[in-house]
């Protein structure tokens, strides 16, 4: 069973910073390109950065392209987002997902997905 487990959401003022971390099990990480997801409240869910299938290549959404980093840790079969200089347009649900070949990238056709973190940024 693939398994996505999330961590690090919270409530953070605009221009905050808050780090996002996914573990997955070594066969999702190896076999599957990750990439995170936010939905806010009455909106569809959106993409906001992945890797390709190689893990070496980044995508990211205009909305948070300059403020947001996403990262990996092979050794830990961990995937991060790094959210700087956060605004209020930037609070949803924020989700983890995984994909395996031949999925697109930007939309949340995804194989498999976390349970999801809260992100709350304040003006």
């Known amino acids: 069973q693939v398994q996505l487990v999330e961590s690090g959401g919270g409530s953070v003022q605009a221009g905050g910073s808050l780090r996002l971390s996914c573990t997955a099990s070594?066969?999702?990480?190896?076999?599957?390109?990750m990439g995170w997801f936010r939905q806010a409240p009455g909106k569809e869910r959106e993409f906001v950065a992945a890797?390709?299938?190689?893990?070496?290549?980044?995508y990211y959404a205009d909305s948070v392209k300059g403020r947001f980093t996403i990262s990996r840790d092979n050794a830990k079969n961990t995937v991060y987002l790094q959210m700087n200089s956060l605004k209020a347009e930037d609070t949803a649900v924020y989700y983890c997902?995984?994909?395996?070949?031949?999925?697109?990238?930007?939309?949340?056709?995804?194989?498999?997905w976390g349970q999801g973190t809260q992100v709350t940024v304040s003006s």
């Open positions: 997902a995984a994909r395996q070949l031949g999925r697109p990238i930007t939309t949340p056709k995804y194989d498999y």
């Open positions: 070594e066969r999702t990480f190896i076999t599957c390109a």
């Open positions: 890797f390709d299938w190689s893990g070496e290549i980044t």
